[in-house]
């Protein structure tokens, strides 16, 4: 196991529920400072583990951890942390509660002040749903968090997003082997039913259209290879009721439903914090213009599109050219004295 | 019954199957003149059949059955024309060969010229599947067809497209009911699956955002209300083993395979006539740089891009704003000398 377990106990959810003996999973990077100056939150994304966040941290990148203390908390549902395929009777399985964004970054701020006994934060940054717990930290703890960097992901998970996510959820369940979230073998038909409904929108038109998959750094050897190696094998990984546990968490984000703030408009003035908020030009569910709106009530923020063709996945790591971006901006954010 | 069968008897398919007693659903608005010079031909889309088309027809519209005689031919496949729903064995169901667009058309040139003895026809145009179409005359039948415009289409499927198709098709044969295409009855679980994956890709963020969907002329009473009577209800409809016939039609379609063109820019540098080709700017599937390429390839052709956010479905008639400026540049065309 290369991860720790930070042991919450009983914990009262957002919706009402009360988890028993909740855990929350996490990896550190670095080492934390006398003074407890220098750590950094990044959460995982739909589906990811800490160790699919890796890419962003290293020797003179922005995230070096001769300099910084990095946590990587992983998302409730994402099967190291408390879910659906880890729990026991009677919260296990599609019984799981349902857990939204404003819990998980509670949680992880519990583990941030008990455990390491921190007071600030120099960062959060996130991609996808990674950056939509970063936008819920600036919120929940706007006296703890210096600056934030959320990347291909939204305060507020917008309509449209929620109807791609539909697609998601109805290809998966339509495999009767998913039983309701009561199954012993995975439903792996549903599972690689969704991995191709989100095939299409992972990736803009325009890398489809120039093969980007053929191509370094991915290599793969045709359009059906992509498919399967690629796309079916990141959700065959995974469980199916953690899945739709995630899959609720994104359609339901939302700062505004953080206590003590009427709606998103009014959440998003709230953070004040310097803020560089970037979608990838051609993203298909978290499209620029969402994010440009939100930038428009944050006093702090700017917008920085990162161009190019590989859509939602600039995100992910895998294009040296997008991470690049992501990185150099985020030297820029952490240089800046607040 | 409101429409006619023309018998095309036993047709051999470009894939290479032969079906027996072919049969090509049309119906036809307005009265062929004496000198059969004012038809116009207009095909189906992805499921839609002949009545889906009416809406672009009607007195004071560019498509007036006071002045031409519109032919809607059902595309095979669609339930009325040669379908699997309605084909004996040995070719029925999951058994019905696989049809292309070139083969959609010869049927459809065999209708004019043998049953009508038309011999040019003032205008072919078609909304997405139906643009298929409108390419597919032009290239077929270049000497035939004296101008086109197709919208929200194109000349050869593109790879994001495929992808989408996957998606689509994944959701729907993720129903075990689907059995391999041996059911009784409609498996409507993965019907509704996909309705809820293609309901992403029909319209833009953009109409989500604003809930265009509960505005005139929609007026759905909410998100979910539309994602079950608009796109369930659109799906439900049809037959599962007819929705993935068009499929693969779709996913298939290139003019370039055409006998005696290399490939689709040899085939659209063929589409000498006057052509105005109108994508949506926020279609999903279709967006208007594919166009954009093809109109290059084209020597008498116009991109003409209908505004809005709308997307695809800027072209299914259920937006009086987008139906005028469809309707304007088919009246526009029409007027043109040829």
């Given at each position: 196991m290369d991860y720790e377990i930070f042991e919450l106990g009983d914990v009262r959810l957002q919706q009402g529920a009360t988890l028993s003996d909740a855990k929350l999973a996490f990896k550190t990077y670095g080492e934390l400072n006398a003074d407890k100056s220098n750590a950094i939150v990044y959460p995982t994304w739909y589906s990811g583990q800490h160790y699919d966040n890796e890419w962003l941290i290293g020797e003179g990148?922005?995230?070096?951890?001769?300099?910084?203390?990095?946590?990587i908390p992983n998302m409730l549902g994402n099967g190291l942390s408390s879910s659906p395929s880890n729990t026991p009777a009677p919260h296990d399985r599609a019984s799981f509660p349902r857990v939204t964004m404003y819990d998980n970054v509670r949680f992880q701020h519990r583990l941030v002040t008990e455990r390491f006994g921190i007071e600030r934060l120099e960062l959060v940054t996130g991609w996808s749903m990674g950056a939509g717990q970063t936008y819920q930290w600036a919120v929940s703890f706007p006296d703890m968090v210096k600056r934030i960097l959320p990347f291909c992901?939204?305060?507020?998970?917008?309509?449209?997003?929620?109807?791609?996510?539909?697609?998601v959820k109805a290809a998966l369940t339509a495999d009767a082997a998913y039983?309701?979230?009561?199954?012993?073998?995975?439903?792996?038909?549903?599972?690689?039913?969704?991995?191709?409904?989100?095939?299409?929108?992972?990736?803009?038109?325009?890398?489809?259209?120039?093969?980007?998959?053929?191509?370094?750094?991915?290599?793969?050897?045709?359009?059906?290879?992509?498919?399967?190696?690629?796309?079916?094998g990141l959700f065959l990984k995974r469980d199916a009721n953690n899945l739709l546990a995630m899959l609720w968490t994104w359609q339901n984000a939302d700062v505004g439903r953080t206590p003590g703030f009427r709606g998103v408009e009014d959440a998003l003035a709230a953070i004040r914090m310097p803020a560089i908020v970037m979608p990838?030009?051609?993203?298909?569910?978290?499209?620029?213009?969402?994010?440009?709106?939100?930038?428009?009530?944050?006093?702090?923020?700017?917008?920085?599109?990162?161009?190019?063709?590989?859509?939602?996945?600039a995100g992910g790591g895998l294009n040296p050219e997008d991470t690049r971006f992501i990185d150099d901006a985020l030297k820029e954010l952490l240089r800046l004295k607040v």
């Open positions: 990148m922005a995230l070096d951890p001769a300099k910084y203390f990095v946590i992901g939204s305060a507020k998970t917008s309509r449209h997003n929620i109807v791609f996510l539909e697609g039983a309701g979230g009561r199954y012993d073998r995975q439903p792996d038909i549903g599972i690689r039913a969704m991995s191709r409904v989100y095939a299409g929108w992972g990736f803009s038109q325009q890398f489809y259209r120039e093969t980007i998959y053929e191509r370094d750094p991915l290599g793969f050897a045709s359009l059906e290879d992509f498919l399967v190696s690629f796309w079916e990838a030009q051609q993203d298909l569910y978290f499209p620029p213009e969402d994010n440009e709106w939100e930038v428009k009530h944050m006093p702090r923020a700017e917008l920085r599109v990162i161009p190019g063709a590989w859509g939602h996945f």
